[in-house]
């Protein structure tokens, strides 16, 4: 073994932390320690009952080709690795399997020619028929592995099994926060084996009071009756399985508590289904399952003895019922999903604005700030935060302008353009955006993009970047703005843009309601208006 410093090691170990924070890093962490041994390889490899990914340091498209895969998971030592224990470094192949493992078709085919000879390996993770490996080898010409090598590794696993465990309680808690947090029913999401990765507020809610039929021992989830704790386990089972190596379980409902003569206990709705799978060293990590909590009314609605009066007299069947309720879960998932989206697509949209300098928010259809970019947090001359999570404009008279736009209630949003007057230059224009235009989107809730420009005289016409990122034009209407933008006429403006000029009407006047201008001149006089707040 080479001469090792100390700050040799602890340069690996901060590049270790530093990608359990950003999992891009885990390249540079798997470099580390290839350079750190001497090694000739290595790698997080991840192994899964039907595919295998791994994060290498020395990228290499071949090896990780279907036919690679293919003869990775036949070999024989593949499934055995699965079995060692976590956190313990050991000589790989091992030595008793090394004659047998020359001869295989993955030693020959893949390991002998890009000098993968002798290796040290870690089991760093074992979850739900998965495990994930690291692996750093040598070559034939290179010294093997030696009892001080082994006893380095040994002391850098713990580094990386905690920073692993870092990343993917980051990567939990950052798609909670971003989507469950402030829902007004209980979101958890667990593993495979009903242990709580995160929980939002209202499930927390849930879980402390005493009529609860859910609670929580030793981190896990259980209910009050044994049959719902082994029914709420299948369920939960069955979201994070796949079907066929492709398709994900579906989960399903559960009412707890399903005794009803335990009346002195809250009833709650349990809909169970899989979540986006977190990551672990880069690579795709167990597999979640999200729980949503609702809770049944105790009071019997207004008119719900008429609808089942309905049932009796034949005006709905049973398997109609039947049906709907089936659906019912679908649905609930539908909803969620869409409402994740609908926030993930918001903060795409402003960091996109952020790149080009413009700082931007995303308001809800009630006000409430949904999301911002960076430049949107550090300006504050132009936006003051108002009560309940909304934003004002600082000068009150452009803020009476941008309050009427936010709060429009009568038919779709329109988009307006408001001055906002200003002792510092450069006047500043506050553009408010629709984000929903054609699309009937029932959950989204993201609905008003917020866009602050400089005006500055220029003869710059907007890249299609601009355009879009702004007003939300379609590749044809950019094509179009654009060109107009440079001064042409509008039927040269329709040649250029490859447009029929019959047609070219109908996309002006879509580009006239997106930018919320009436005539060409304005038009004109507003794309040349965009400016970012910094180069």
């Known amino acids: 073994m080479a001469d090792v410093t100390t700050e040799a090691v602890s340069a690996v170990v901060g590049r270790v932390y530093e990608a359990a924070y950003d999992q891009e890093r885990w390249f540079d962490a798997v470099t580390s320690l290839r350079d750190l041994f001497g090694g000739s390889r290595a790698c997080i490899l991840h192994v899964s009952p039907r595919t295998a990914k791994a994060v290498a340091s020395d990228l290499d498209p071949e090896l990780s080709s279907q036919k690679a895969i293919d003869t990775l998971m036949r070999d024989p030592l593949t499934a055995a690795s699965a079995a060692l224990p976590v956190g313990k470094v050991y000589r790989w192949p091992p030595p008793p399997d090394e004659p047998a493992f020359r001869r295989s078709e993955l030693w020959q085919d893949w390991l002998r020619p890009r000098d993968i000879y002798k290796g040290l390996a870690c089991n760093l993770i074992a979850a739900n028929g998965s495990h994930w490996i690291l692996s750093v080898d040598r070559g034939p010409r290179q010294d093997a592995f030696g009892k001080e090598d082994i ?16 990343g993917r309680r980051l990567e939990n808690t950052s798609a909670l926060a971003s989507a469950f947090a402030r829902l007004p029913f209980g979101v958890l999401l667990v593993n495979g084996h009903c242990q709580i990765a995160q929980m939002n507020e209202a499930a927390e809610a849930i879980l402390a009071r005493r009529d609860s039929p859910l609670t929580l021992k030793d981190g896990t989830i259980v209910a009050t009756g044994v049959q719902d704790t082994q029914e709420l386990q299948r369920l939960v089972v069955d979201a994070c399985s796949l079907v066929d190596g492709v398709m994900r379980g579906t989960g399903g409902t559960l009412l707890v508590p399903s005794d009803r003569q335990r009346s002195d206990l809250a009833r709650l709705v349990l809909s169970v289904a899989s979540f986006v799978d977190a990551r672990a060293y880069s690579l795709a990590s167990e597999r979640c399952a999200m729980i949503m909590m609702t809770e049944v009314a105790c009071r019997i609605p207004d008119g719900f003895e008429m609808h089942v009066h309905g049932l009796e007299d034949g005006a709905h069947e049973p398997e109609h019922f039947a049906l709907l309720d089936r659906l019912r879960p679908d649905m609930a998932r539908a909803s969620l999903a869409a409402t994740r989206l609908g926030l993930e697509r918001a903060r795409g949209t402003v960091n996109a604005l952020a790149t080009i300098g413009l700082p931007a928010a995303v308001l809800a259809g009630n006000g409430r700030v949904r999301a911002t970019n960076t430049l949107f947090d550090q300006e504050k001359t132009l936006f003051v935060a108002t009560a309940f999570g909304g934003i004002a404009l600082a000068n009150p008279e452009s803020n009476r302008l941008f309050q009427m736009a936010v709060q429009a209630r009568d038919g779709e949003p329109v988009s307006r353009s408001i001055p906002l007057r200003s002792a510092l230059p450069p006047p500043v224009v506050v553009h408010v955006l629709p984000l929903k235009r054609d699309a009937h989107d029932l959950f989204g809730g993201c609905d008003l993009l917020i866009v602050a420009t400089a005006i500055s005289a220029s003869a710059l016409v907007p890249s299609p970047t601009i355009l879009t990122g702004l007003f939300d034009l ?40 997106k930018t919320g201008t009436n005539q060409q001149s304005q038009l004109v006089a507003l794309l040349k208006s965009a400016h970012p707040f910094q180069q």
Not at 151 to 166: D, F, M, N, S, T
Not at 477 to 504: C, D
């Open 474 to 513: 379609t590749a044809a209407e950019v094509r179009l703005a654009t060109a107009l933008a440079k001064g042409l006429n509008l039927q040269a403006a329709a040649a250029e843009a490859g447009l029929q000029f019959s047609t070219v009407r109908t996309y002006l006047n879509r580009i006239f309601r």
């Open 151 to 166: 006893e380095l590794l040994q002391k850098i696993v713990p580094h990386v099994l905690r920073a692993g465990q870092i």
